[in-house]
Structures are given as structure tokens and as C-alpha cells.
């Protein structure tokens, strides 16, 4: 029978008593709980050796919760990101393979770590995108100061910022080489191995522009 | 000593000498990687040995070598108030019985040299002795791998038992040298000027002095039954009647017990508590002296498990298996008999030996790898209050039943001799049963559902699971110019 405690006085708190377990010769004598310790620990040991010397060990990501040695042996082993991972930037192209930015300095805007820097330029005089958008000189994000937030790509206008690399923020030796400049960001692709996006871009002059035209600025 | 005998001990030496060193080596090896399995981690897989490209990896038994090769090459520090003599022959006090303790262990059934091959001559069914070195007219010289008698040794041959040194003191020289770790850790922590060294040795002194009693006391009864304290007549007896275990359950599991408490281990490693002690008695020493601490607890271990293995597990002796070849016999009832060579014999015996003590090796792991550690009053009180009365009553009560057996007449000796033979018959069913379950075990495909839950999981179950492979770097970063 369960023994109470304290026994008195009667405790006015709202408390639940602290419930001893009965000390019968069974739970003195430790053995019936050390045999069942054990028992449990061989059970391990037996389907995870036999796995580990079969190679039938549970698959680490698809087979997750599932009994046994669930290790993913890093870096042999990789688990996949997730489809909407956030890694490192990446500045999508155009057809002509130029930055879809049109360095409206909005992602440094809403970036929260303040780790992007643009220098926005203008066309030069007769581009048929002069007077229409502008562009980046120089775009450079610090990936050491940056939080991987994500909100750059949601305040770009453009597609023109995309963090859909899938290269995790890699190690290197020191804090310069983790500026990572225009060239670099145009360099690098999406997931599925492009570095355009497949939004559709509208350039000036084309029938499906959306903006004005330069003969609408007169009126 | 004739040269054949010196060679002889040499040999020994070196087999019990290996064993036991080699076994330290591999049991550091199995706690990390056993206890890995236990508990569904991989356990420690990756010193290699680099051949050229070629990566060496022995399901991580190099780490072993590279632990070895680590200790050499430590530091070797000593405190600065450190008692210089003492702190340096601590490890060797400790170090050094576990080694001596192995010369009275028998590992074998006594050879007979001359016994192992012989040439005699034939000649169809007919036999004749040899003259001179040569076989008689009409008889042609014939190697035969000739069975020795189940009982003693013919006249005139030389018996060569496999026990380093044929004490009659037995086992008493086993306590006597075993009671010398505790001076090893003592000195260990007085000198390493630490106060959790203080504390580990007094610890470690007081649980090994309150054990070694029950230790010895529970082997009491086994005396009794054997009517020797010399190992290889236990182990004969055993082999003649039936193992200790069924003789003497109860001190069985009471000398384990304190055979844990002995070698310092989990649930009984109160004086190297890390969480509480830091290492305990050898919190201060490093490099090879911390791993002549380090190796000796593991070659206890193994010398532990011999002592068990001879006093209740029969030794070398397996069921039915005799010096003369298998004889399955339940009493005066002979099912079946065949005469096996000695050399087999001899070799089988000695594997089961080692065999059975890797097995309560391994069983003690899982022991260290299921309990939690006692607070230091209850493994007083379990040593003293618990483990020592029920380590006498197991005397008194083995003395009366012997007693009465003793006085019961021959018929109920004839029934014994049955009962005996039955244990062995269990014996053999046991172990024939463990080895099949485990390898229908082994074969068993096991059935697992899949979970592809999250976009992660199916990437990866696109991709045909988790598979290994060469390392994938993202790689340097291709840039294009603008």
C-alpha cells in the first residue's frame, strides 16, 4: 500500500503527497528491474549489431522513426534540405545574362542585419532601359552578417534575389572571403542547376511591358 | 627444468600473457562500440589506417591503437607536490597483480605430449609395437592421432597441464594477489596531492576491502562442494558432475556482484565517479601511466570473468565433452560415445575456455551499460547488509545439504549422478539454442515502415533513400565574368 508523506500534520497546501513505491522483497532485491535493464539493452544490441553487420540499419530520413541506429554519418551522409531551405544568395540572370536587379534598394531595405550594400548606376545614355530601371555597380552581401531571413527575397520586386541555392553557409579561413560580391551571386544556381528564374521578365519596349512608355511621359 | 619444459611455459605464458592484454585492448574497443549498439548510436568508426587511397577502418577497432599510441605521446604530468616515488609505482602496483594473477588460472586440459601423434605400425587390422624405430617385416609405419584415457595418465608419459604455475594454494594466491589492486589505488590517490584523488582512493580502498569479504565468503561454499581449493580440480569435478552454477546458484550471482564491485566498474564505480570525482583515484594522471590504470581495470575484467568461468561456469570443460572424446550418459545410461584425438580435445577445450570468459566479458558490459552507479551508503549497505549475510547463509545452507547428501546412501548418490548429468544435458540444449536463435535472428529481414513526412524526406526518397558516397563538397563557387 502506497505510504503517504508527510504522515502529519495534515498538509493544508495544495500539494498531491509524494507517492512511495512499496518495498516489497521484489523491488529490494533490484533483480526483476536489473533483468529487464538488461534485457532491454540486449534487444538494442542485437538488432542494431545485426543491422550495422547486414547493412539494414533503418534509412536515417525516410525511415526516421523507426527503432534503431538512425546516425547520418556526416559528411559521407547528407539529409536532404527541405525544398524551401533558405541558403546561400544568389542574383538571377536575365536572357542576356545580366542581374534581373534593377537596383531599386529594396532588399537592403528590408534587410534586418543591414549585410547588403548596392551601388545603383544608370543605363547608359540610347540603352533602351535607360529612364526605365537602373542597375547594380556594385552589389555585395556580407553571408557572415547576414541571418537568413529571407526577407530580401520577399521585398524584391523583381525575382532578382533568390536564396534558393542549397549550399549551406560554408566555413572558410577568413572574414574577407565571406563578401561575397556581384560576380559571385550571378555565378551561383538554384536547385535545379539554372541561374535564370522562371518568372517571366518584360523588358522595356516589349508589347507585354507593363510600365509606360516613353511616349506616355509627354502626355 | 628440461628445455622441452621451459618451452612449454614459455608457450603458456605467452597464450595467457597475450589473452589478457589482448582482451584489455578489445573489451576498451567493445565498450564504446557495444555500448553504441545498446543504445542506437554508431559508436566511434573512424580511425583509419590510410594504405595510399585505401582507408582501414575495422569497424573502429583502431581506435584501440590510436588510444595506445595517444598515451605514449601525452604529457606525462606529475602535480608539483606530488610524492615523486609513490605517484610513479602507483600504476605499476596496479597494474602488476592483474598480470600475476594469471599464472594459476588453467586454460586447458593437461597435455600429453608424447600422446598428441604417434607412428605405429600396421598391417590390415594388425597392429605391432615398433623395434628400433622401424615397423617389423610385412607392418607399414602409420601416423595415427591417437585419444588418451577419460582418467589420469598412463605410466611413463609426461603430463603438461596448462596453468602457468601448479599451486596447491589455489585460489587463495588469486585473493592474495587480487587484494593488492587496492594498494595501487591508494597509493594512487594519497600521492596525487588532490583532494578527489583523496576521495577516489579512500573509496576505492573501503569498497574493495568490504567486497573482497563477500568475494571470498561466497566461494566458501564452492570449497565445500569441490573438497579443493587447486582451480583445475574444480574444473574436473565440474566436468565430472555438473557445472558450479547449478551447484551453487545463489553464490554465483553474489560473486559476480562483487566481481563488479572488484574491477570499479558501473554499477560499483564509486571511486572514479566522474560526475562527482572528476576520474577519482587517477584524476591526476596522464599519458601511459593513466593507461596502466586504464588497461588494468579492463584486464580485471577479463581475469574476473576466468575466475567465474572456473569456479561456476566449468572451465574448459563443455557438456559431455570428456578427455577422452563425447560421451553422452544420463547415470549408468550411455546414449552415445566417440573417441576423439587428444589434440582436439586439448584445442577445443582451450577455445571454450577463452570462449566462455569473452562471454561473461561481454555480459558484464552489458551490466555497466544498464545500471545507474549506487550513491556510497547504499553500496555499503548492499556489501555489508545484503551481499555478506546472504554470502554466509549460502555456507551454512551448502554445508547441511552436503551433509545430508553425504548420509543419504548410494541410491540417492546414483540419482544425484543423474540430475547431474541432466544439468549438463540443459547445458548443452541452452547453448545449442542460443547459437540457433541467434542466427535465425541474424537472418531475419527486418520490416520497417516508412515515414516520408516534410520535403526533406522526399528528396531523399526520390533519391532512392540516404545513400553513402563519396564526400560532396559544394565546391568552389564558379563565377562568371559580368
Redesign the interface.
Known sequence: MPRAFPKKPPAPLNATPVQYVEKTPTVQSYLPE?MK??G???R???????????G?R????????????????Y??????????FRGLHRLTLRDD?SPRCVACLCCSTACPAQCIYIEAGEYPEGSERRGYERYPVKFVIDELRCIFCGFCVEACPCDAIRMDTG?HA?PYDSRDQFIYT???L???AGRDGTKETANPRHEPGDATHPGLTRDHVHH | MTGMSLLWTALKILVMVGFVVNIGALLTWYDRR?GA??????GPNRAPLKIGKFELRIAGLLHTAADGVKFFTKKDFMPPKADKLLFSLAPILAFFPVIALTAVIPFGETVVPEAIVRTVCKNGTQYAAMVNDACPAGFSPETVWPAVPRHGIAAGLTAVPLQIATLNIGILYIFAIAGQGIVGAAIAGWSSDNKFSLMGALRAASQMVSYEVTLGLTLVGAFMVYGSVRLEDMVLWQGENSWGIFVQPLAFFLFFAAAIAETKRIPFDLPEAESELVSGYFTEYSGMKFGMFYFAEYMEIATSSMLMVLIFLGGWHLPFLHRDGLTIAFGATELFHTRMPHVWVVIIGVLAFFGKTIFICWIQA??R???PRFRYDQLMKLGWTVLLPASLANIFATGIVWLAIDNAGPNAAGALKVAADVTQGFTAAVITGLILW?IV??VR??V?????V????K???A?G??????????GP??????
Open positions: 536489473i535493464g538488461i532491454a539493452s540486449m538494442h544490441f542485437f538488432k542494431n549489431t545485426r543491422d550495422m553487420v547486414r539494414t533503418p534509412d536515417p530520413v525516410t525511415e526516421r522513426w523507426a527503432e534503431g541506429v538512425t546516425t547520418i554519418s559528411p559521407e551522409q547528407k539529409r536532404p534540405y527541405p525544398e524551401r545574362a549550399i560554408v556581384k560576380d559571385l550571378k555565378g551561383m | 557495444g549498439m545498446m543504445q542506437d548510436r554508431i552489458f551490466i551499460w544498464s545500471l541467434a535472428g541474424f529481414t527486418p520497417r515502415k516508412e515515414a516520408i516534410g520535403s526533406s524526406a528528396l531523399a526518397a533519391a533513400g540516404t545513400k553513402e558516397g563519396p564526400i560532396t563538397d559544394p563557387i564558379t563565377t562568371e565574368a559580368a
